[in-house]
């Protein structure tokens, strides 16, 4: 049994206190960056993009008290050369987003930029990639400045849309496990929580020492201070939305595994 934490900016709050050592354990650990539901077993438990979760339906339960959620604000954000609305048709270039980040792309694109997608690109060798009016830019460079051209918040364009907050990741345990009970490895990710936003300064530090790029410090402090750890019923609603509105044409699947809690109270 293994505890997969997926290395992104997003998680931040969680993995570094453990790569930190601020919090020991003796359950195992791997923080693998673009962790997938490939990389996960049913004997294993593992914080993982939403999307990916769609994938383990028939291995996995969510277990809703460890979560990732950003309300309104993100670094997940769309660059155009001019604003949204002067762009009609084009290719999408997703440069470096991860699975949520183009799930919530498809599910913004037409209901409220108005902009077609004429293909997806994950490549500059890709075709069309040198006509993308649109990038998606996905972690550090989310929390960046463009040089030209306009700059959107996508997890702002979602609560506008919708009233809702993005969830970015969820905690998937495998049936092996919860035969058993995740009750420890629950417990532990709480413990970590804990520390990360006890010690959020240090976390930031962490961050911005982790890229190359010059981070908006204001605004990576106003978004780690932001981000909530746990789901709510209306983060269960939004993120069911979300995959209903944003998995078509992708490889995810529009229903995620059953939450813990509901199939319990189903027996």
Do not use: C
């Given at each position: 049994?293994?505890?997969?934490?997926?290395?992104?900016?997003?998680?931040?709050?969680?993995?570094?206190p453990?790569?930190?050592?601020?919090?020991?354990?003796?359950?195992?650990?791997?923080?693998?960056?673009?962790l997938?539901?490939?990389?996960?077993?049913p004997?294993d438990?593992?914080?993982?993009?939403?999307?990916?979760?769609?994938?383990?339906g028939?291995?996995?339960?969510?277990?809703?008290?460890?979560?990732v959620?950003?309300?309104?604000?993100s670094?997940?954000?769309?660059?155009t050369?001019?604003?949204?609305?002067?762009?009609?048709?084009?290719?999408i270039?997703?440069?470096?987003?991860?699975?949520?980040?183009?799930?919530?792309?498809r599910?913004?694109?037409?209901?409220?930029?108005?902009?077609?997608?004429?293909?997806?690109?994950?490549?500059?060798?890709?075709?069309?990639?040198a006509?993308?009016?649109?990038?998606?830019?996905?972690?550090?460079?989310?929390?960046?400045?463009?040089e030209?051209?306009?700059?959107?918040?996508l997890?702002r364009?979602?609560?506008?849309?919708?009233?809702?907050a993005?969830?970015?990741?969820?905690?998937?345990?495998?049936?092996?496990?919860?035969a058993r009970?995740?009750?420890?490895?629950?417990?532990?990710?709480?413990?970590?929580?804990?520390?990360?936003?006890?010690?959020?300064?240090?976390?930031?530090?962490?961050?911005?020492g982790?890229?190359?790029?010059?981070?908006?410090?204001?605004?990576?402090?106003?978004l780690?201070?932001?981000?909530?750890?746990?789901?709510?019923d209306?983060?269960?609603?939004?993120?069911r939305?979300?995959?209903?509105?944003?998995?078509?044409?992708?490889?995810?699947q529009?229903?995620?595994?059953?939450?813990r809690?509901?199939?319990?109270?189903?027996?």
């Amino acid at each position: 049994m293994t505890l997969y934490i997926d290395d992104s900016l997003m998680t931040a709050a969680v993995r570094v206190p453990l790569t930190e050592g601020w919090i020991e354990t003796d359950i195992p650990f791997a923080i693998r960056q673009g962790l997938t539901a490939a990389d996960v077993g049913p004997g294993d438990v593992a914080l993982l993009p939403g999307p990916e979760a769609t994938l383990l339906g028939q291995t996995h339960v969510i277990a809703p008290e460890v979560a990732v959620v950003a309300e309104a604000m993100s670094a997940i954000a769309m660059r155009t050369p001019v604003r949204p609305d002067g762009v009609e048709e084009t290719p999408i270039r997703l440069l470096d987003a991860g699975p949520t980040a183009e799930v919530l792309i498809r599910a913004l694109l037409r209901p409220f930029f108005g902009i077609t997608a004429s293909s997806f690109v994950t490549s500059d060798e890709d075709e069309g990639a040198a006509d993308a009016q649109v990038v998606i830019v996905d972690g550090p460079l989310g929390l960046t400045e463009p040089e030209f051209g306009h700059q959107e918040d996508l997890a702002r364009a979602w609560y506008v849309l919708t009233g809702q907050a993005v969830v970015h990741h969820v905690l998937a345990v495998g049936v092996e496990v919860e035969a058993r009970g995740p009750e420890p490895e629950i417990e532990l990710l709480r413990r970590v929580v804990a520390a990360g936003k006890e010690r959020r300064r240090d976390v930031r530090g962490v961050i911005a020492g982790a890229f190359e790029v010059d981070l908006d410090r204001d605004r990576l402090a106003e978004l780690t201070n932001r981000i909530r750890y746990e789901l709510t019923d209306a983060d269960r609603q939004s993120l069911r939305n979300l995959l209903a509105r944003g998995t078509w044409g992708s490889r995810f699947q529009r229903a995620l595994p059953a939450f813990r809690d509901e199939v319990e109270g189903a027996t």
